[in-house]
């Protein structure tokens, strides 16, 4: 990680604003926020995949189970499918979407030339690492508030509808 925080202190407050939750450490949070060129482009050993994959941990463990508290009487294929439909790229990029995050990613040169804060796969996985760096930052109740925050209408849909569902 960096010596210094590469982002302004006004960029990183305005951020946390629109987040709903204060970094303890503002290291996770510019980890969060570093994609893998910017990592690279200025010797950083790494951006938020790791990050990311934490995050994907607990977003499934937060959607598993809220699903299954929703209604404990499904199968679980049908709630695995249900599941499969609120953590994806296009959900997650959506939700990431909601409070402007794109603007706040770290990308390396030839990836912000590509318009690297407008797709999905960056916008989602960026949604992940923040999930992470929220469970690593505050612990696991913080990381089930901001997921409760941004699913708030999570349900099963009987008429499989899955779309529908989300808010």
């Known amino acids: 990680m960096t010596q210094k925080n590469q982002l302004s202190e006004d960029k990183v407050n305005r951020f946390e604003e629109k987040l709903g ?3 303890r450490n503002p290291m996770l949070l510019e980890q969060a ?12 050993p790494q951006g938020n995949e790791t990050l ?4 994907d941990t607990v977003l499934q463990f937060f959607v598993t189970t809220r699903l ?15 599941r499969k ?13 909601q409070f402007g995050l794109g603007e706040f990613l770290l990308f390396g040169r030839g990836e ?3 318009g690297g804060s407008s797709k999905l796969s960056h916008l989602s996985e960026a949604f992940e690492a923040l999930v992470g760096g929220i ?13 409760s925050n941004q699913f708030e209408t ?11 569902a989300l808010s």
Do not use: W
């Open 21 to 23: 939750y204060t970094f």
């Open 33 to 44: 926020l570093m994609h893998r060129s910017y990592a690279n482009e200025k010797g950083i």
């Open 52 to 55: 990311a994959l934490l995050g």
């Open 68 to 82: 299954y508290q929703i209604n404990p009487s499904k199968r679980p294929g049908y709630l695995t499918e249900i």
């Open 85 to 97: 439909a609120f953590v994806c790229e296009e959900v997650l990029s959506e939700k990431a979407k």
């Open 112 to 114: 912000r030339q590509q």
């Open 135 to 147: 469970y690593l930052d505050g612990g696991l109740g913080e990381a089930i508030r901001f997921l």
């Open 154 to 164: 999570l349900r099963v849909e009987e008429d499989h509808n899955l779309r529908s």
